[in-house]
């Protein structure tokens, strides 16, 4: 028998290929930073859906389940990217899951206005040989825009299939839906280099290991020294053929002026823009959207921006601020919790087990208020009674009324610009406009705030924000008790207040831009178009934050409640609060009973607050503070504002950043927050 001709055998493994990934039922959303694809995840998968780190990264991936043609799909959102060649965690976290998932179609999601930047990534796939589909979303801004777009022309220039899309209407779902169910087909386009590279490519190819990636791109990621790819070629390439791919670099880098980076994306560029004269045409603009283009413009004016910022900025306070802090709080704590479930609790409790010590060691003694023992369930610091309690009865409708207000700025487009706008700001401190998201967030609740750190593409600029956010950004349980407070105080007071809290945050995030090595990054941030946000997908977003919150950071406020209870339980909060007394009496000028108040605060930061707010409420509600006192309001709420972050976000800060970065934060922020207490101290007796 003759042995099959080498067109014939790549016919057949190109046929085999396509085969696998009908049967796989696997499907990946990929393409760049807002352009959807979340969107079209949730219309896709509905509201069942996981969010976990990508293996050995601190990536979220979400992943859910889909029904497509009658059959189960599995579908996974990566993190958006413009480049397979790897410029942050996020885009490189999207590269390895394209590297080294098996059997998976891919569906790329492009922003059909910006059609150049989804053609450079669409060449790239085609350059990997990746089966994928080509959904062009937002259709209709597009067409809004008199941008018109030769779908069938496209689609024979990538021999894929190209599908328009409005996500957030499910408009073309169903075409798109049959396109994944028929098999993904993989683009016969490649962009074309100049002869000294594609020479290098012919050499280094050979030589690339059968992933996910075609030894092509494998090859171009290899050429201009991706280092992040060499784990991946270990163990498939050996030692003499990784020096001779080092060699090749060598000798073609020499060649231009340009790392060969900057090179390959230019010529790819090119090849990009080509095809995107050649499917697009303009014409004349709609006037349908002219309101949201003006509202999108002025959101971003260094004037008008400013009112805008203003009425979002009060209507997502009334909404997180007083309805979720303050009703939804209320009635879960003092009328759920305090009237309902931890009386059944205690009854149940005594009426199941018939023993009174174990009884008395659960739920402390009959007849006595929960408040005044120590109880292990139900207690002054029960784990139901006080843990539970926290996490869901108060942090939990706080969250999750921030968590649909971030959704809907989200969803609408106005977050990115807002980041535009505080970009300058934030560029003072080493960082750039993105922080303001993790920043923003933080006013909700720091614990998840220090998670979406990861946003930020430098371990450098991750650093700063984890640290402004456990020492000067309080969480809104404890930003309702200060404002309480302050609420009560002279106008004067409180811009003094303000005012320090707002000038450390700028001094220390420019101190640690100078101090901490590494360097910044770039400010790139696609501008969407304003829109209003989809009910469906802010429910989505929503459950998921939600499940994220219940999975990871209810179980801290658990352990640190039961650290609590332990050293009350052994007397070592009595030794604390003495140790700290002469501190607090002799430095702050502060009566001794705060200090109990500053160890209370290391487990729910608004225990602090709340505390003072005790401790002067007599005398706030009778209006007799005096001058004396309102200054030890004032250098109090700046103390614990600036304190020790909650043991929740404690906790965080050690799994994101390292047991020796957290340790450091913390050894920082407590002496640093009683300077700060001490000078502010200083100053307003001076000159309050």
Known sequence: MTPPSGAATREAERLDKKQVVAAARSVILVGNPNVGKSVLFGALTGKYVTVSNYPGTTVEVTRGSATIEGRPWHVMDTPGTNNLLPMSEDEQATRDILLTERGYAAVQVCDAKNLRRGLLLATQLAEAEIPFTLALNMADEAASRGIHIDVERLSRELSVDVVPTVAVERKGLGELQARIAAGARTSKFRPRYDAAIEGALAEIAPLMPRTGVGPRALAVMALVGDESLRPHLAGHVSEADLARIDAIRREVAARYPESLRFVIARQRLEAADRLHDAVLTRGSQSATSGLGRKLGVWSTHPLWGIPILAIVLFAAYEFVGVLGAGTAVNFLEKTIFAEYLVPWLDAAVRFVVPWKGVQEFLVGPKGVPYLEHGGFLVGRYGIFSMGLSYGIA??????????????????????????????????RMGLNGKAVLPMVLGLGCDTMATMTARIMETRKERVIVTLLLALGVPCSAQLAVILAMTAKLPFAATVWFAASITLVIFLVGWLAAKVLPGRGSDFMLELPPLRVPQAGNIAVKTLARIEWYLREALP??????????????????AVLERAAAPLVVGVLHLPKEAAGAFILGFLRRDYAAAGLFLLYQPFMEAGTLTRSMQIEIVVALVTITLFIPCIANFFMILKERGWRTGAAITAFIVPFAFAVGAGVNALMRAFY
Do not use: H, Q
Not at 556 to 573: A, E, K, N, S
């Open 394 to 427: 108060i942090v939990l409708p706080i969250v999750t009324t921030f968590f649909i207000a971030f959704s809907v700025l989200e969803d609408s487009g106005y977050l990115p610009r807002l980041a535009v706008m505080l970009n300058k700001v934030f560029k």
């Open 556 to 573: 801290l406020f658990v352990v640190g409640t039961l650290i609590l209870w332990t050293l009350d339980r052994v007397g070592g909060l």
